[in-house]
C-alpha cells in the first residue's frame, strides 16, 4: 500500500519559513507525480504546487507563487515544500498526495498543522 507521511509543520510567526516533508513508502516513487494540497477551517481544499514525475514540471497557484517551491529527491522517495514568506492566510493542514493517474484517485498522506501568527 502506497503510504504518505507529512512532517515539518508547525507554529510561525508572519514572514517566516518553513519546509515541509512528505516521505513515501510502498510505490514506484518515480512513477507517480506529487501534489501539496491544504485545507484551512471551514474552506475547500486547496491545491498549492505539484511536480511530476515525468519532467519534474511543477506548478503553483498565484496565491503560493514566488513563495513557495517544490522539490523532490527520488533517491530518498521524498518531496519537499519550501514556504518563504508565510502569511497568516496560509494556515492550515497541510497534505501530500501521490498519483499516476489523477488527484481524484490519489493517495493522501495523514496531514500536518501549519500556523502563521500574525
Known amino acids: 500500500d502506497v503510504q504518505l507521511v507529512e512532517s515539518g509543520g508547525g507554529l510561525v510567526q508572519a514572514g517566516g519559513s518553513l519546509r515541509l516533508s512528505c516521505a513515501a513508502s510502498g510505490l514506484i516513487f518515480g512513477d507517480y507525480s506529487i501534489g501539496w494540497f491544504r485545507q484551512a477551517p471551514g474552506k475547500e481544499r486547496e491545491g498549492v504546487s505539484c511536480i511530476s514525475n515525468s519532467d519534474g514540471s511543477t506548478y503553483y497557484p498565484d496565491s503560493v507563487k514566488a513563495r513557495f517551491t517544490i522539490s523532490r529527491d527520488n533517491a530518498k522517495k521524498t518531496v519537499y515544500l519550501q514556504m518563504n514568506s508565510l502569511k497568516p492566510e496560509d494556515t492550515a493542514v497541510y497534505y501530500c498526495?501521490?498519483?499516476?493517474?489523477?488527484?481524484?484517485?490519489?493517495?493522501w498522506g495523514q496531514g500536518t498543522q501549519v500556523t502563521v501568527s500574525s
Open positions: 498526495a501521490a498519483t499516476t493517474t489523477g488527484w481524484s484517485l490519489a493517495s
